[in-house]
C-alpha cells in the first residue's frame, strides 16, 4: 500500500477584490506558486492597482491565477512511503 502526504500550504488562495478587480498579489502566495507561476505567466499578466494611496505591483488577475492553477501546478508530495503488510499469525488455543 503506498501512502502520499501533500503539502496543505500550498493550496490555492483566495482572490482579493477592489472595484470590482479580482486579483491575487504574487508577494502573497507560497513561494512554491510564486516562482512556478511568475515563469508560466507572461509579464504583461503582472498588472498594478492603485488602492486607495497604495501602489500595488505584484498582482495578477484571479482568473489569470485560477487557470494557471487549475491546470498547471501540482503539489509536490512530501513523502510517498511503502507500507508492508506483515502476515498475520495464526494463533492456536490449547484446549485442555
Given at each position: 500500500?503506498?501512502i502520499?502526504?501533500?503539502?496543505?500550504?500550498?493550496?490555492?488562495?483566495?482572490?482579493?477584490h477592489?472595484?470590482?478587480?479580482?486579483?491575487v498579489?504574487?508577494?502573497?502566495?507560497?513561494?512554491?506558486?510564486?516562482?512556478?507561476?511568475?515563469?508560466?505567466?507572461?509579464?504583461?499578466?503582472?498588472?498594478?492597482?492603485?488602492?486607495?494611496?497604495?501602489?500595488?505591483?505584484?498582482?495578477?488577475?484571479?482568473?489569470?491565477?485560477?487557470?494557471?492553477?487549475?491546470?498547471?501546478?501540482?503539489?509536490?508530495?512530501?513523502?510517498?512511503?511503502?507500507?508492508?503488510?506483515?502476515?498475520?499469525?495464526?494463533?492456536?488455543?490449547?484446549?485442555?
Open positions: 500500500m503506498v502520499k502526504l501533500y503539502i496543505v500550504a500550498s493550496m490555492k488562495v483566495l482572490a482579493e477592489y472595484k470590482g478587480i479580482e486579483f498579489r504574487l508577494s502573497k502566495l507560497p513561494e512554491d506558486q510564486k516562482a512556478l507561476l511568475v515563469q508560466a505567466l507572461p509579464s504583461n499578466h503582472i498588472i498594478k492597482i492603485l488602492r486607495e494611496n497604495e501602489l500595488l505591483t505584484d498582482c495578477v488577475q484571479f482568473k489569470h491565477y485560477d487557470a494557471w492553477y487549475c491546470k498547471s501546478y501540482k503539489p509536490e508530495s512530501v513523502e510517498s512511503l511503502d507500507v508492508q503488510r506483515k502476515p498475520t499469525t495464526a494463533l492456536k488455543v490449547a484446549v485442555d
